[in-house]
């Protein structure tokens, strides 16, 4: 009987049993047996809930993005929540999918001073340095720049690293969040210009980890990414859409926590300082389940993706 | 006026004069700049063409693959000849499209011994080892390993380069082709099975570098990407399609130097023993272009994509 190229789950059900139970658990059993405890719920107002309108069968596509802590780009993020307040996103459009970069949305129209569709009262401007934290602003739990060891060698950065459930890079004097696949970010213009959150990316191919202390990282997008990832691509320059028909609408952008209670999606992180996220890293690093002849020994940091699932999912 | 997220080469355009003249050259515009000494063409028994049934507009979808030179994966390359050659393609389907990782094709029924097609005769059985090449057999032309430098640490190897185009990683013992995005490997079951061929799948996400060393690469998708990575995702378990209705078929697969002349689709792609490809992985490492105001100081190999383009095209 043929197997399918690492149909891991499938094709362990038919490993005989004696190896099975030998057999070093894959990365994503670790996961599933983590305790309760080790899995922390997502504030209802750190989730932004997007649906975009249905798809050509009539299926709602709904993608949720959870916003990141602070300290991480709190202006962008305070900005992001009162658009989302002001409903502001409503009939805007995904215009642009740039195959293994980013499918980005926001106002169509956002080049033209005549029809650009007038941004809420009160948004940040937020300066270039708070693309970095200051080292002192955000303890280490990961080991210090210089100490990660061959496992966890980047060429971006000194040191890279988790901080309550988010992978970040490190220097000596800052920390910053990094583009992994599923990374929200703000569109912006040259510099000094910032953005303000109204033009937002998602990451839908390999980590574009250069536009790292360029751009803002807001979130990740946490359930749904398909429902952007398989979008077609844009026949212009950078993925755009040429015809306005082929924009996807946006239905609407709501926080979470601005939805009715029974109607809010739930979500809950492996903490990245659980003993159940140690082991699941570790086994990302040095894949030992059977289908693997050969453990890498070591993992880049996109390469460890934080396990975030709806909350009440076993 | 606004400008969208990395619009490079539209804002480049209005860009003060005096500025555009004085900006460093964007990855794009030194590979744009190449001299036509640094291209190399691809012969056409190294390209794979795949056509999958046209899209629910009638639009061709097309997908080109470029096949690894020796000394990488011949026997499985062998195989992939045989196969073509063979029409053995044809009728089939893609099975598989998991989000953030593989697109999959081959035989739909090759589990069932009953309904599996055939395969030709006289296809090569690969052993393990293969995955690898030793040392002796491939010269270096990147610094060895230890010497490749902060800009080029690899949590996956000692060190990482290119060969004739391809990247690779490497240790003292051994060199390794890598899985990037739009590389093509070869579906297999437990170890020590190595596969045939018969089932192949492309990268559609973040790089799985996890897999290298793990199951043979054959090559990379040089063309039509988007026709494998714009996909529906599958519902069932690793993304397979649940309901063969779902399953996009194959209308054929030929090697390019089995199409009638005038047909043959031809590449080339950028010499990576070039002054040219040196100074574009230069740029890919350190954006000093417009829109960047952090170069990042290094590159992970993956995000260094040698450049194939359409034989022709300017």
């Known amino acids: 009987m043929t197997h399918r190229f690492l149909a891991a789950a499938a094709a362990l059900a038919l490993v005989p049993a004696a190896l099975a139970q030998q057999a070093p658990p ?8 983590a305790p309760a405890a080790d899995w922390v719920a997502v504030p209802p107002d750190d989730l932004l809930v997007m649906d975009l309108a249905p798809d050509r069968a009539g299926k709602d596509r709904r993608i949720v993005i959870q916003l990141m802590p602070a300290p991480f780009s709190q202006g962008w993020i305070g900005n992001i929540r009162k658009l989302a307040a002001a ?5 805007m459009a995904v215009t642009r999918v740039q195959d293994n970069y980013v499918a980005q949305w926001g106002d169509p129209d956002g080049e033209d001073a005549a029809k650009a569709k007038p941004l809420p009262g009160g948004l940040a401007t937020m300066p270039e340095h708070a693309y970095l934290v200051p ?16 496992g966890r060698r980047d060429p971006y950065a000194a040191s890279t690293g988790f901080f309550s459930g988010w992978p970040m890079a490190f220097d000596r004097d800052h920390r910053w969040p990094v583009h992994c696949y599923g990374a929200v970010g703000v569109g912006r ?16 191919g390999h980590a574009p980890r250069h536009l790292d202390r360029n751009i803002a990282l807001v979130g990740r997008v946490v359930s749904g990414i398909e429902h952007l990832s398989s ?28 939805l009715p209670p029974t109607e809010q999606p739930r979500f809950e992180y492996l ?3 659980s003993d159940s996220f140690a082991r699941y890293s570790d086994a990302r690093a040095n894949r030992r389940d ?9 993992a880049d940091i996109c390469n460890i993706p934080v396990p975030v699932r709806a909350a009440g999912a076993k």
Chains 1, 2 share one sequence.
Request: charge should be negative.
């Open 26 to 33: 894959s990365p994503g059993e670790i996961v599933g047996a």
């Open 87 to 91: 409903h502001w996103w409503d009939g």
């Open 135 to 150: 080292a002192e602003r955000l303890p280490l739990r990961d080991p210090a720049p210089g100490e990660a060891g061959e």
């Open 189 to 204: 213009n040259f510099s000094p210009d910032t953005g303000s959150g109204a033009e937002l990316y998602a990451v839908i």
């Open 231 to 258: 979008l077609p691509r844009g026949t212009g320059a950078l993925g755009f859409y040429e015809n306005p028909a082929e924009r996807v609408p946006i239905r609407a952008i709501r926080l979470a926590s601005d």
């Open 271 to 273: 903490s990245t300082e």
């Open 290 to 298: 059977p289908f693997f002849i050969a453990p890498a020994g070591g």
